[in-house]
């Protein structure tokens, strides 16, 4: 059913064929937000067509509104001042009008009304015309003033503001009628089986409306916090590994870290073997200086003094690690220059055969790093994953003797989880042994510190999670991957830096 707006402009335009300008209609006591509304529904209807014709105007503030009704200020100076000479005390003039007095004063200065005799003010004149304010109620009035130097002025005294009036010009479409008919929005089973779908009149789709936001863009957390380790790394000097390689032979994954071929994390329990293809190419060249470090030992080790298997190297497998990635840094790296000192690392998923519970999935981000240089050890590691966890706002850190078949010494990393309530793993770390080291072509005198971080037990404990479940997989609640704030990194109540620097010596 029409509104009284829309019949009113409707009934308007059939007796006048056109409305020249809204602000007209009815004294310009109409509302032009509320004519919009009407003249865009009729405009979808194609029942008429509007323009828009924009107007600038001049409208008094709120403090030109007290000028017009009480005088302007300087006006209101002199008339508190006396006539003749007995004149007035400044500071009784101030007691009697306030602020007025002290804005006042100098426009009646300037206008040469007033003067000053001591500690007095008096008059220079007998009557005054206050030409602040008659302007201001021509302005009121037409919206205007014919002087625009008085307009310049008024403006800069903050009494008068322009604003844009809005108003339109309607002419009839080419559906015109003084009735508006109600358009049907949706086609009904009951239109499809009646038929009378044949001859209702449906609105016609406007494409130039804005639909619903769409939902996207929200980041999860891993990838969150994942920009914050990269960030940090990046402040400290490292580079990053490239680790585009999901797939890797067990050489590279096991036998160049100096795992042996029997160990428990070869198994098929633990690891994910490749079905096709399940054999590598051929192993690198240097593979002869693993398997003797594996069956003879060297480099102050007696090895694990077992019968070394080519094919058994050549299984290919889901990397386990990322360290894998590091190996081949560390050998490409020894090719440029093997006593270079480096900085790098990498983060990616990696896989383990493992049974799913609420800390541990058979997918994940590992967090990769080492520090290669002549004068580091086991301290600078410590000092080293103290700093970087305080500058991801995990301060409450513990380090645990550990066995690593390519580190030693080896430590185990831990951090308190307030939802578990107790000491979370969070990573492993220790100095590369030289068993590993020598037959990628590691100058000797060059040590070597590597860690391997995960990246979802640092995500659980910053966002308070408990379920790793929760964090990645099917079950995740989207909610929280979009209501979760930005992983901001802690204020860190220490200025230390982690200072120590590699030397090219």
């Known amino acids: 059913m029409a509104t009284d707006l829309q019949s009113f402009i409707l009934q308007t335009l059939d007796q006048q064929g056109a409305i020249e300008n809204t602000a007209n209609l009815k004294d310009g006591s109409l509302d032009q937000l509320a004519i919009l509304g009407v003249l865009k529904s009729l405009e979808s209807k194609e029942m008429i067509s509007f323009t828009t014709i924009e107007k600038e105007r001049w409208i008094l503030t709120a403090e030109g509104k007290d000028i017009v009704d009480h005088g302007s200020h300087e006006a209101r100076v002199f008339a508190a001042i006396p006539s003749g000479d007995e004149g007035i005390e400044i500071a009784s003039l101030q007691s009697l009008l306030g602020a007025s007095a002290k804005i ?3 426009k009646a200065f300037q206008n040469k009304w007033i003067s000053k005799n001591g500690t007095k003010l008096v008059r220079l004149v007998e009557s005054i ?3 602040t304010k008659s302007d201001l ?3 009121e009035s037409t919206g205007s003033h014919p ?3 008085i307009l310049k002025e008024l403006k800069r005294r903050k009494l008068i503001d322009k604003t844009k009036n809005l108003s339109y010009s309607v002419s009839k479409g080419v559906n015109f009628s003084t009735v508006v008919e109600k358009q049907a929005t949706d086609l009904t ?3 499809l089986q009646s038929g009378s779908w044949k001859t209702e009149k449906f609105k016609e789709y406007n494409f130039d409306a804005a639909g619903l936001p769409t939902k996207g863009g929200y980041l999860h957390p891993l990838l969150k916090v994942r920009e914050e380790f990269q960030q940090i790394f990046f402040e400290m000097g490292f580079e990053e590994m490239p680790t585009s390689n999901y797939v890797e032979s067990s050489f590279w994954n096991f036998d160049a870290l100096f795992i042996p071929q029997q160990h428990p994390a070869r198994d098929s329990q633990d690891t994910f073997f490749i079905k096709d293809p399940a054999n590598s190419l051929e192993l690198p060249e240097f593979y002869k200086d693993v398997k003797k470090v594996h069956e003879e030992g060297g480099y102050g080790s007696i090895g694990y003094r077992y019968p070394w298997s080519y094919e058994e190297s050549q299984r290919m497998v889901l990397r386990t690690h990322t360290t894998a990635v590091s190996g081949h840094m560390l050998n490409m790296l020894s090719k440029i220059d093997p006593s270079k000192p480096a900085k790098l690392f990498s983060i990616d998923r990696v896989f383990r055969n493992e049974a799913v519970d609420a800390t541990h999935l058979a997918e994940f981000h590992q967090v990769e790093g080492v520090i290669a240089s002549k004068d580091i050890s086991l301290g600078t ?3 080293f994953m103290d700093t970087f966890f305080e500058k991801m706002g995990i301060k409450n ?5 550990a066995y690593n078949p390519y580190t030693e010494p080896s430590l185990e990393i831990f951090s308190w989880h307030e939802g578990f309530q107790k000491w979370v793993e969070i990573g492993n770390s220790g100095l590369f042994r030289p068993e590993m080291l020598r037959p990628l072509g590691v100058d000797p005198g060059v040590r070597i510190i590597g860690f391997g971080l995960s990246l979802e037990r640092p995500t659980m404990i910053k966002y308070g999670i408990d379920n790793i479940r929760a964090l990645v997989g099917h079950k995740i609640d989207l909610n929280m991957v979009e ?9 860190i109540a220490s200025s230390r830096a982690f200072e120590y620097t590699i030397s090219s010596d």
């Open 189 to 191: 089973v009951e239109m």
């Open 104 to 106: 006042g004063q100098g």
């Open 397 to 401: 850190l513990q380090f645990k003797p």
């Open 137 to 139: 109620v021509t302005i």
């Open 381 to 383: 590691l410590i000092s």
């Open 147 to 149: 002087k625009d130097l």
């Open 483 to 491: 209501k979760n704030p930005i992983c901001r990194l802690d204020k």
């Open 129 to 131: 015309v206050d030409s």
